[in-house]
T-cell receptor, first 113, second 115 residues
Framework: QKEVEQDPGPLSVPEGAIVSLNCTYS??????FMWYRQYSRKGPELLMY????GNKEDGRFTAQVDKSSKYISLFIRDSQPSDSATYLC?????????????FGKGTLLTVNP | GAVVSQHPSWVICKSGTSVKIECRSL??????MFWYRQFPKQSLMLMAT?????????EQGVEKDKFLINHASLTLSTLTVTSAHPEDSSFYIC???????????FGPGTRLTVT
C-alpha cells in the first residue's frame, strides 16, 4: 500500500461547480498536510497548509483533515477555468529535522467554461 | 512573498557535458532546499535534501557523484548534472523551506533536454 493515495482523475466539471479532491494516507505519523496546484510545465504552487485535524478556509478553497480516517480533502467553490490544473496533496511528519514531503500522484482537474 | 526562482528555465545540452541549475529564494531565507525530478504526468520524485553549509542528503538510488548539490548560502542552492546522458532529460524542480516555518515553496522548474 502506498503511503499516500490520490485518484489521478481526470476530473472534468462545469464552471461554477464545487470541486472535491481527496487523498488518503496510511501513516498516522503525518501531521502536516498541504495542497499544491501545478499548471502544466510549471512548479507546484502552495495553496493550503494545515496542521493536524480540522478545517482551513482561504477564499474559494477549503482544506479538511480527518486524522481519525486518514483522509484529507480540498474543496474548491465556484470553480473557474483558471483552476484547471493538477492538484497534489502532500504531507510530512512532525518534529525533528525531517522536512521531506510525501506527495500523492496528483489529480488532473479541468473546469469547462 | 515566498518566491523561488530557478535558472535556467530550460536548457539543451549535448551528451557528456555538465549542466548547472540554480535555485534561489528571493524574499526569504531557506536553510533547507530540496531537489525533485518529475517525469511527464507523474508526481515529483525527491532526489536530495540540501542544507546550507553542509553536505546534501541523497535519496536511495540517486547518484551523488552525478547530481552534485551545493547550498552555499541561505538563498541559493545549485544542482549540477555531470556527464549528462539522454536519460537525464527531465523536469527538475527545487523547493525551499521557509526558515522558521513548515512551508515549502517551489521554483518554476527547469526543463533539461540532453541530446
Amino acid at each position: 500500500q502506498k503511503e499516500v493515495e490520490q485518484d489521478p482523475g481526470p476530473l472534468s466539471v462545469p464552471e461554477g461547480a464545487i470541486v472535491s479532491l481527496n487523498c488518503t494516507y496510511s501513516n498516522s505519523a503525518f501531521q502536516y498536510f498541504m495542497w499544491y496546484r501545478q499548471y502544466s510545465r510549471k512548479g507546484p504552487e502552495l495553496l493550503m497548509y494545515t496542521y493536524s485535524s480540522g478545517n482551513k478556509e482561504d477564499g474559494r478553497f477549503t482544506a479538511q483533515v480527518d486524522k481519525s480516517s486518514k483522509y484529507i480533502s480540498l474543496f474548491i467553490r465556484d470553480s473557474q477555468p483558471s483552476d484547471s490544473a493538477t492538484y497534489l496533496c502532500a504531507m510530512r511528519y512532525s518534529g525533528g529535522s525531517n522536512y521531506k514531503l510525501t506527495f500523492g500522484k496528483g489529480t488532473l482537474l479541468t473546469v469547462n467554461p | 512573498g515566498a518566491v523561488v526562482s530557478q535558472h535556467p528555465s530550460w536548457v539543451i545540452c549535448k551528451s557528456g557535458t555538465s549542466v548547472k541549475i540554480e535555485c534561489r529564494s528571493l524574499d526569504f531565507q531557506a536553510t533547507t532546499m530540496f531537489w525533485y525530478r518529475q517525469f511527464p504526468k507523474q508526481s515529483l520524485m525527491l532526489m536530495a535534501t540540501s542544507n546550507e553549509g553542509s553536505k546534501a542528503t541523497y535519496e536511495q538510488g540517486v547518484e551523488k557523484d552525478k547530481f552534485l548539490i551545493n547550498h552555499a548560502s541561505l538563498t541559493l542552492s545549485t544542482l549540477t548534472v555531470t556527464s549528462a546522458h539522454p536519460e537525464d532529460s527531465s523536469f527538475y524542480i527545487c523547493s525551499a523551506l521557509r526558515q522558521g516555518t513548515n512551508e515549502q515553496y517551489f521554483g518554476p522548474g527547469t526543463r533539461l533536454t540532453v541530446t
